[in-house]
């Protein structure tokens, strides 16, 4: 069995994982919809998100658009992998019961 993703398992990154994952690779999501998808604050989604960044699990692209800043989060080759072994971890947990 593997191990878990330390980075991966804390709820609110899992949370952001899935949500761009789903959305597709290489789709970015804004700040604001992954906010309202993991119902996390502002200062706790941008300390994670930087987390899943330093680790390479996503890229992070700030710009201005309508004259206000926007910041989109898309997952990379790595962060999908790093998912993806994680998602198969907790189903062998699952399936071990």
């Known amino acids: 069995m593997s191990e878990a993703n330390e980075i991966v398992h804390q709820t609110l990154r899992l949370k952001i994982l899935t949500a761009l994952h789903e959305a ?5 999501l804004e700040f604001t919809r992954l906010k ?21 699990y996503i890229t992070v692209e700030k710009d201005f658009h309508n004259n206000r800043p926007r910041t989109r ?5 790595t962060g999908k992998r790093a998912f993806e072994d994680h998602v198969a971890y907790l189903r062998s947990l ?4």
């Open 94 to 97: 699952i399936g071990g019961l």
């Open 73 to 77: 989060a898309t997952l990379t080759d």
């Open 24 to 28: 597709g690779q290489g789709t970015p």
């Open 36 to 56: 309202r998808l993991t119902g996390a604050t502002d200062g706790n989604l941008g300390r994670h998100i930087g987390t899943l960044a330093d680790a390479g």
